[in-house]
């Protein structure tokens, strides 16, 4: 057995499950104690930051995942540069959040937004930068500290009376998450100064046009329906949504911890040619995740009548249906993911990229007709069939990367 293979899936498994059951926990304690408005505005905005932080990380923590852990001269520099350029985006995020405020309202109008969406950028970069070195510790870090301040400020407001509002979540959140980066992205490089200097910017930005390209078409293709949904119904119908995916998150953190745990490794048998091990790696990573997803969504609709006045305290009795279209999308979402994580090991970022920017096409142009057909769940349908299209360009693309050379070739 590969020991610190399995110990790093094992710190990797933390990380995301903290992050899972924290997001559960929020959702739960926004929908029983907040109503549909706080949760609704809660998914917007957690989404909002995710789609900023992935922006953020095509034009930088991507050039992170091929280098070795090694701490080399060069890795340094490149951390220079990417440190500084995280700094600027992070700014930029949140002046930007705060000038869209007043312009879209109640109930998204809610100032905590703007230090959760450069919080979680700074967060995101810190955990990215700890696992490219293969030091998953701090990445588990920062989940624990974001986990321990969310849940004990809402616990704190609770005692005091406090009402449940989204705005607390996002300001406890964001502070949370930008100090703990902050701090690990300190720990793990003292005395790093960033780099200004355009000529280094200059190149990395022009290895950044594929990943950008496929990091904005991955959010469409994976996030889309928060904003066409909160368009087509309202906050609530988006909560409604939401609320049916909430608990199958935990089944799926499992590809995330393969993720965290295999980069280091994918980049290690890809560097030596180990193709062989490089597919029985990725295959397992997506084959075991996609599997629990569907048991325990299975189950979930099976028994959701019970379910739901558990956990929703009676609401959303009727998403039973929709529990079953999620469970499909997200065990597709299981081999999206890793067939994603294996081509970026592999360098492959320009075929990582056209099968997000293919899947983003196709769900942009059927998302609104399955809304009109069925609204909200249609959203999923139109998920689904992206989905399956963005598996199929994939696994083509790994199978040409890993097929044998011939002497003499040169295709990294």
Same mark, same amino acid.
């Given at each position: 057995?590969?020991?610190?293979?399995?110990?790093?899936?094992?710190?990797?498994?933390?990380?995301?499950?903290?992050?899972?059951?924290?997001?559960?926990?929020?959702?739960?304690?926004?929908?029983?104690?907040?109503?549909?408005?706080?949760?609704?505005?809660?998914?917007?905005?957690?989404?909002?930051?995710?789609?900023?932080?992935?922006?953020?990380?095509?034009?930088?923590?991507?050039?992170?995942?091929?280098?070795?852990?090694?701490?080399?001269?060069?890795?340094?520099?490149?951390?220079?540069?990417?440190?500084?350029?995280?700094?600027?985006?992070? *700014?930029? =995020? /949140?002046?930007?959040? &705060? #000038? !869209?405020?007043?312009? %879209?309202?109640? @109930?998204?109008?809610?100032?905590?937004? $703007?230090?959760?969406?450069?919080?979680?950028?700074?967060?995101?970069?810190?955990?990215?930068?700890?696992?490219?070195?293969?030091?998953?510790?701090?990445?588990?870090?920062?989940?624990?500290?974001?986990?321990?301040?969310?849940?004990?400020?809402?616990?704190?407001?609770?005692?005091?009376?406090?009402?449940?509002?989204?705005?607390?979540?996002?300001?406890?959140?964001?502070?949370?998450?930008?100090?703990?980066?902050?701090?690990?992205?300190?720990?793990?490089?003292?005395?790093?100064?960033?780099?200004?200097?355009?000529?280094?910017?200059?190149?990395?930005?022009?290895?950044?046009?594929?990943?950008?390209?496929?990091?904005?078409?991955?959010?469409?293709?994976?996030?889309?329906?928060?904003?066409?949904?909160?368009?087509?119904? *309202?906050? =609530? /119908?988006?909560?409604? &949504? #939401? !609320?049916?995916?909430? %608990?199958?998150? @935990?089944?799926?953190?499992?590809?995330? $911890?393969?993720?965290?745990?295999?980069?280091?490794?994918?980049?290690?048998?890809?560097?030596?040619?180990?193709?062989?091990?490089?597919?029985?790696?990725?295959?397992?990573?997506?084959?075991?995740?996609?599997?629990?997803?569907?048991?325990?969504?299975?189950?979930?609709?099976?028994?959701?009548?019970?379910?739901?006045?558990?956990?929703?305290?009676?609401?959303?009795?009727?998403?039973?249906?929709?529990?079953?279209?999620?469970?499909?999308?997200?065990?597709?979402?299981?081999?999206?993911?890793?067939?994603?994580?294996?081509?970026?090991?592999?360098?492959?970022?320009?075929?990582?990229?056209?099968?997000?920017?293919?899947?983003?096409?196709?769900?942009?142009?059927?998302?609104?007709?399955?809304?009109?057909?069925?609204?909200?769940?249609? =959203?999923?349908?139109?998920?689904?069939?992206?989905?399956?299209?963005?598996?199929?360009?994939?696994?083509?693309?790994?199978?040409?990367?890993?097929?044998?050379?011939?002497?003499?070739?040169?295709?990294?």
């Amino acid at each position: 057995m590969n020991w610190p293979f399995l110990r790093r899936y094992i710190l990797a498994f933390g990380d995301q499950g903290l992050t899972a059951l924290l997001s559960l926990f929020v959702s739960l304690w926004l929908i029983r104690r907040g109503g549909p408005e706080e949760f609704g505005a809660y998914v917007f905005w957690a989404s909002t930051a995710l789609v900023v932080s992935t922006f953020a990380g095509s034009l930088t923590s991507v050039h992170l995942h091929r280098l070795r852990p090694a701490p080399l001269e060069g890795r340094r520099n490149i951390e220079r540069a990417l440190l500084a350029a995280n700094i600027l985006l992070a *700014g930029l =995020a /949140a002046g930007l959040t &705060l #000038a !869209a405020l007043p312009l %879209l309202g109640a @109930p998204l109008a809610v100032w905590g937004a $703007a230090l959760l969406v450069p919080g979680t950028l700074i967060g995101i970069y810190a955990r990215v930068l700890a696992t490219s070195r293969a030091r998953l510790e701090p990445a588990l870090a920062i989940s624990l500290i974001v986990a321990l301040v969310v849940v004990g400020g809402m616990g704190l407001g609770a005692a005091l009376g406090l009402p449940a509002t989204a705005n607390q979540v996002l300001v406890l959140a964001g502070l949370a998450q930008g100090g703990a980066g902050a701090v690990v992205l300190w720990r793990l490089s003292p005395g790093l100064a960033p780099d200004w200097a355009g000529r280094r910017w200059r190149a990395l930005l022009r290895r950044s046009l594929w990943p950008l390209a496929g990091g904005m078409a991955n959010e469409v293709a994976t996030r889309l329906y928060v904003f066409l949904v909160a368009a087509w119904g *309202g906050t =609530a /119908a988006m909560a409604a &949504l #939401a !609320a049916a995916q909430t %608990l199958l998150r @935990p089944a799926t953190l499992l590809a995330g $911890a393969w993720g965290g745990a295999a980069r280091s490794a994918l980049a290690r048998l890809g560097h030596a040619q180990d193709h062989a091990g490089f597919a029985r790696l990725v295959t397992l990573g997506a084959l075991g995740p996609a599997l629990v997803t569907l048991l325990l969504g299975g189950g979930l609709a099976l028994f959701w009548p019970w379910v739901s006045w558990a956990a929703y305290g009676g609401r959303y009795a009727e998403l039973a249906p929709v529990v079953l279209l999620w469970t499909v999308t997200m065990a597709i979402s299981c081999f999206v993911f890793v067939f994603g994580v294996a081509l970026q090991a592999l360098g492959r970022l320009d075929a990582a990229a056209r099968s997000d920017i293919a899947a983003a096409g196709v769900i942009a142009a059927s998302m609104p007709v399955a809304l009109w057909l069925l609204p909200p769940p249609g =959203a999923l349908l139109a998920m689904i069939l992206g989905g399956l299209v963005q598996v199929a360009i994939q696994l083509r693309a790994l199978r040409v990367a890993l097929r044998p050379r011939h002497p003499g070739s040169n295709r990294r």
